[in-house]
């Protein structure tokens, strides 16, 4: 048999903490996870707070992630930061293509298909979104929108390292809405997610996590991560409260 996926609980910061607010939080969510085991946790954090989170989160069992990048390692892109740039922070992965940054911020798959190779060559860790709108939704459009998705976001990745990819399923309607999706719709998009890999790899598709994201909270948390196919959570608003990102933690404890 495969060997397990290990869960994996991060927390999607957003534009929220400055770096003294980043501080008092690590210091507050360190000892509330120090016993925790078998669970890889993830703080993605505003660019101005990775240094930082990465001192104090160094020899714990929380890695730092960063909310964006772009393809390119260096050149004439005002505001932008590089791969290499993280990674020499020792910034372990990157957050890519959240719905916030393809809506508000016109992020295209054709340059998450950049981006996500770039990720993986300098050893940050990508979790890609992806999920549809409520219209896709109620249109029975959300099969075709994961599988445009998938599709074009992961095809610069070979085959032999899509695994090393995290996925985040955030359905877009359950974001920040408090609206989180019914424990069969999650299971069944993130099945859905998961066949699409395999359609690549079946091997991939074994290994492979996919978060769900959406309105998790620490009192539904246990019903999402007990689901067959959900190996984790992608966290918003409840992360921003070490205590409740604590007891998410816990929850994915296996
Ligand atoms: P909420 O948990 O606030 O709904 O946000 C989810 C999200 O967008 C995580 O990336």
Redesign the pocket.
Known sequence: MAAPRAPMIAG?WKMYKTESQAEEYIQGLLPRVSSVSGVDIAVCVPFTDLRAMVDSARGSRVEVYAQNMHHEPEGPFTGEVSAPMLSELDVSGVVLG???RRELFGETDRALALKIPAALAAGLAPIL?VGETEAERDGGDTERKLRHQIGEDLTGVPDERLADVVI?Y?PIW????GRVAIPEQAQDAIAFVRALVGGRSPEAAERVRILY????KPENAGELLALPDVDGA?????SLDAGSFAEIVAAAQP
């Open positions: 999607n959240h719905s916030e979104c985040a955030e359950a974001i920040g809405t994201g959406g309105s998790v992608l966290v918003g608003g409840a």
